[in-house]
């Protein structure tokens, strides 16, 4: 299946410090993607989609200035947390969409992940 | 509104065996497609299974079947022959026509395999 990497995997910061995440759709070109956050024991839930050469679309309660997005190629978005706190502390996971899906059966794929720990 | 519901916080089973991971939906959409999706610890989120909900056959791919009810909608995954790398989380999914490719998560199912 196609491939969406993430780097970091891991980091830790200290609080008021910004933490770039990097999101790559490896062997495919993905127009949109996205952005979601998981807490421990909890499922994901969307932060923002994020869409090539356009501003990202953020949900209800996400705020847009913590969380930047930059979506400036076709293979790679940036999800930035600017300003982190330790409630920030999370599991971060982006998506794409997968190559020759569409409409419903829209087949998302999942990069590994990023764990981040604010100090 | 939109909701998954999935009312198995943790299951055990035996290896071998097979399992069935519950899965109930909510939505006044007409079209709609349900996934499930395997999250080992590692934490990647693994796509296993597609059903569209205008599909009159249920979904398989390989061990993996879905078990669907439209009118009860329910959208249950059956594991057939578990194996010890099926312990992980599972969570079923969905995404309404009306979101335009969101995708809405249940809570999760954590299974575990015996020996």
């Known amino acids: 299946g196609a491939v969406v990497s993430q780097h970091p995997s891991r980091v830790i910061c200290k609080s008021g410090t910004s933490v770039k995440i990097e999101c790559r759709s490896l062997d495919f070109q993905a127009t949109t993607m996205f952005w979601y956050r998981q807490f421990p024991k909890q499922s994901l839930m969307l932060m923002a989609t994020s869409n090539e050469g356009s501003k990202a679309t953020y949900e209800q309660g996400v705020e847009k200035d913590k969380f930047l997005i930059n979506h400036a190629s076709l293979t790679l978005s940036t999800l930035t947390v600017t300003s982190a706190h330790p409630e920030d502390s999370s599991f971060y996971i982006c998506s794409a969409r997968a190559p020759g899906t569409s409409g419903l059966s829209e087949t998302q794929y999942f990069g590994p992940g990023t764990r981040l720990l604010v100090l | 509104a939109q909701k998954i519901t999935q009312t198995q916080p943790g299951m055990f089973v035996q290896e071998k065996e097979a399992v069935t991971l519950d899965c109930t939906y909510d939505?006044?959409?007409?079209?709609?497609?349900l996934f499930w999706y395997k999250q080992p610890s590692s934490g990647e989120m693994i796509f296993l299974i597609y059903q569209g909900s205008y599909d009159e056959q249920n979904a398989t791919e390989g061990r993996y079947s879905l078990n669907f009810q439209k009118a009860r909608k329910s959208a249950n995954l059956v594991i057939s022959a578990s194996q010890l790398g099926d312990s992980a989380m599972y969570f079923c999914?969905?995404?309404?026509?009306?979101?335009?490719?969101?995708?809405?998560f249940g809570s999760g199912t954590r299974l575990s395999i015996r020996p």
């Open positions: 939505t006044s959409d007409q079209s709609y497609g």
């Open positions: 999914a969905m995404s309404p026509y009306s979101s335009a490719s969101k995708i809405i």
